[in-house]
């Protein structure tokens, strides 16, 4: 069964840093795109980040980038979301998903940054 | 980056059709997928590359597109569709972009 679970979320300061973790299993982990989604409160879906199964090749959106990082190790079939000075509007569920068309996702974990 | 616009709502009666539209610039190169959310829970991918539909999706969802207009249609909708739909694309660099959602009721 494919699984991912999100961990790492928390209760921060804006300014903070913090960094997430996606932990896949049920399926070949080194080969496939990890996406990175989030969902502040009472809002829509707004795609973070992605990064290529060998992990030479991300891509940010445009208000991201520069805060955030996104890494993996497939050794240990982990993801990671590195944000950095963090601000009151990056408070959402982060969701990380398998592949280009994240056909299977996380239950998300979620971030709150306090002012 | 790319923009991609959804109704905000969407209301059909029991066992009528739903469909859910989805306009972006850059839907005429890329495909486009549908994603269900029911309160509090995660998205569940109902169409991939247009109009594929995943094992385990009901055939009452299918998918369209054409141009700049993807579509997402629900035949025979029933009260466990109700749900937030989003559409979602990738734009030429490789970057990702969500609809604005679309709130289904089916009342």
């Known amino acids: 069964e494919v699984q991912l679970v999100e961990s790492g979320g928390g209760l921060v300061q804006a300014g903070g840093s913090l960094r997430l973790s996606c932990a896949g299993s049920?399926?070949?982990?080194?080969?496939?795109?990890i996406t990175w989604v989030r969902q502040a409160p009472g809002k829509g879906l707004e795609w973070v980040a992605n990064?290529?199964?060998?992990?030479?090749?991300?891509h940010y959106v445009d208000s991201l980038k520069g805060r955030f990082t996104v890494s993996r190790d497939n050794a240990k079939n982990t993801v990671y979301l590195q944000m950095n000075n963090l601000r009151v509007e990056d408070t959402a569920v982060y969701y990380c998903?398998?592949?280009?068309?994240?056909?299977?996702w996380g239950q998300g974990t979620r971030l709150t940054v306090s002012s | 980056s790319s923009e991609v616009t959804q109704p905000p709502s969407v209301s059909v009666s029991p066992g009528q059709t739903a469909r859910i539209t989805c306009f972006g610039d850059?839907?005429?190169?890329?495909?486009s997928n549908w994603y269900q959310q029911k309160s509090g829970q995660a998205p569940v991918l109902v169409i991939y590359e247009d109009n594929k539909r995943p094992s385990g999706i009901p055939e009452r969802f299918s998918g369209s597109s054409s141009g700049t207009l993807a579509t997402l249609t629900i035949s025979g909708a029933q009260v466990d569709d109700e749900a937030d739909y989003f559409c979602?694309?990738?734009?030429?660099?490789?970057?990702?972009?969500f609809g604005t959602g679309t709130t289904v009721t089916v009342l």
């Open positions: 049920g399926f070949y982990f080194g080969s496939y795109w």
């Open positions: 990064i290529k199964p060998d992990g030479l090749e991300t």
């Open positions: 998903a398998r592949s280009f068309k994240c056909d299977y």
């Open positions: 979602y694309s990738t734009d030429i660099s490789g970057v990702g972009v």
């Open positions: 850059a839907l005429p190169k890329k495909y």
